[in-house]
């Protein structure tokens, strides 16, 4: 298993709130073994300094869902949940339906996209040059979940069919560990900490908090540096991410940024 311990029971959807195309939800695809975020492929797209760097007022329409980051650093929410990201434009992926997401489909598309080197921090403003030019964000959710669709419709983007790549760096005033590593995505996502696969869910999924929780990790003291990203075909888009602790307790103690 690529770091899967729990999956954690989930709730029907609310009419509401998915489109009447999204298929039932499939079960958890088993993965292979943890494994360093793969260098990119000849299809991936890379990245152009943007001279446009500077500290930018966030479009309208992202307001009731986001906020401009400060200079600050911030902390989780007191729940644990990290509301801090560069998010990056979607990425085009046409799938017509989330019930092909297994693992080995979804760890071929996502190296397949990944924006430039697999280590590297953008910034704030960045362009990543591919099949489309595409703008890092800068932003800080206002709930707990980060409302992907919300985001790619509040720029004229498109909202199915799609990858998201999120980034953001966690400092911790301690070494931490045996810690867990719990993600809710919607459809199927990967994350990575400090480079290494931290924990992945597959098939159908919809947004549920601490669906997947990883194997016991360990944050180091300082700087630890989440990688995911999201694969989407109809339906709504969006992740939540927090670490707790061996008796799942939420670590607030943490201080997010994105420099």
């Known amino acids: 298993m690529t770091g899967l311990i729990i999956d954690r ?20 695809s088993p993965g292979t073994a943890a494994e360093p975020l793969a260098r990119p492929g000849p299809d991936s797209i890379a ?3 943007d001279p446009q760097t500077a500290a930018r007022s966030i479009p ?20 644990g949940f990290l509301r801090r990201w560069l998010l990056l434009e979607p990425i085009a992926k046409p799938n017509r339906t989330n019930t092909g ?39 800080d959710s206002k ?10 419709k509040a720029l004229g983007a498109p909202t ?21 590593l719990a993600v809710g995505s919607n459809a199927a996502s990967i994350w990575w900490l400090n ?16 669906d997947v929780l990883s194997a016991r990790l360990t944050l180091r003291k300082g700087r630890n ?5 999201v694969i989407n075909g109809p339906g709504l888009s969006s992740f939540c991410v927090r670490f707790v602790d061996e008796a799942g307790r939420p670590i607030t103690d943490l201080t997010t940024h994105v420099r």
């Not at 709130?17 to 999204?22: E, F, I, K, L």
């Not at 480079?195 to 601490?210: H, K, Q, S, W």
């Not at 540096?225 to 990203?229: E, M």
């Open 9 to 28: 029971r989930r709730a029907p959807r609310g009419s509401l709130m998915h489109w009447a195309c999204v298929p039932l939800l499939a079960g958890l």
């Open 47 to 49: 990245a152009v300094a």
């Open 60 to 79: 309208p329409a992202l307001a009731p869902y986001f906020t401009a980051v400060s200079d600050a650093a911030t902390t989780p929410d007191r729940d």
């Open 101 to 139: 997401f297994t693992a080995t489909y979804v760890r071929q598309a996502l190296t397949a996209s990944l924006p430039g080197s697999p280590t590297a921090i953008p910034r704030d403003g960045q362009v990543e040059t591919g099949a489309a030019p595409l703008r890092w964000h800068a932003l």
């Open 143 to 152: 709930a707990f979940d980060v409302k992907l669709f919300d985001f790619a």
């Open 160 to 180: 199915c069919g799609v990858i998201f790549w999120a980034v953001t760096i966690v400092d911790s005033p301690r070494e931490q560990r045996n810690v867990r």
């Open 195 to 210: 480079g290494t696969e931290a924990v992945g869910l597959f098939n159908d999924r919809r947004m549920v908090m601490d």
């Open 225 to 229: 540096v989440i990688r995911g990203a």
